[in-house]
T-cell receptor
Framework: SQTIHQWPATLVQPVGSPLSLECTVE??????LYWYRQAAGRGLQLLFY??????ISSEVPQNLSASRPQDRQFILSSKKLLLSDSGFYLCAWSVSPGGATGELFFGEGSRLTVL | QQPVQSPQAVILREGEDAVINCSSSKALYSVHWYRQKHGEAPVFLMI?????EQKGHEKISASFNEKKQQSSLYLTASQLSYSGTYFC?????????????FGQGTILTVHP
């Protein structure tokens, strides 16, 4: 069966510090991968998605970046965090192709607080 | 553009019914429904596709009016476990690779 893991689960970082959130998927090949962010009390905002190794599409201009160094690994990074980067970050995967017709499988989430 | 959900919040007693609506200003290919418990990841409930196909849980029903670009989620005989925030996600193209645009969420609280 397929599983998705994210870490760290909780992170408290000072403004201006770097960030690295990691997500791995097991039990499937060539998944579509996504990073979503959820600000407190709000909906899910798509940040990045990837359809293959090294292929990253950005949905929202910001100081975050994403990388996919391996087929089932997706990393969210920042060189300098802002207060507005605080939120609940969710990694997700879907079967490739056809995400619009299939289920998104979400990881457990990473809660980031920037102070 | 973000779909609009209504109502923003619903409070029910066990056994009561609820309807959550999702409306988009764009033509839709599919509508997806997810439920999220506090502090947890969203969990898939249902997909409704253009043309009438549905995939999801047997105990949850939904409708998709393609012409009006609207979807409704029907929760009948609610249970305590139904509590959570419900999100609709919309896709405007069949090849949008899961690039769903989510609504702001509807908070459902079920009391004994």
């Amino acid at each position: 069966s397929q599983t998705i893991h994210q870490w760290p689960a909780t992170l408290v970082q000072p403004v201006g510090s770097p960030l690295s959130l990691e997500c791995t998927v097991e039990g499937t090949s060539n998944p579509n991968l996504y990073w979503y962010r959820q600000a407190a009390g709000r909906g899910l905002q798509l940040l990045f998605y990837s359809v293959g190794i090294g292929q990253i599409s950005s949905e929202v201009p910001q100081n975050l970046s994403a990388s996919r160094p391996q087929d089932r690994q997706f990393i969210l990074s920042s060189k300098k965090l802002l207060l507005s980067d605080s939120g609940f970050y969710l990694c997700a995967w879907s079967v490739s192709p056809g995400g619009a017709t299939g289920e998104l499988f979400f990881g457990e989430g990473s809660r980031l607080t920037v102070l | 553009q973000q779909p609009v959900q209504s109502p923003q919040a619903v409070i029910l007693r066990e056994g009561e019914d609820a309807v959550i609506n999702c409306s988009s200003s764009k033509a839709l290919y599919s509508v997806h429904w997810y439920r999220q418990k506090h502090g947890e990841a969203p969990v898939f409930l249902m997909i409704l596709l253009k043309g009438g196909e549905q995939k999801g849980h047997e105990k949850i029903s939904a409708s998709f009016n393609e012409k009006k670009q609207q979807s409704s989620l029907y929760l009948t005989a609610s249970q305590l476990s139904y509590s959570g925030t419900y999100f609709c996600g919309t896709a405007s193209g069949g090849t949008s690779y899961g690039k769903l645009t989510f609504g702001q969420g509807t908070i459902l609280t079920v009391h004994p």
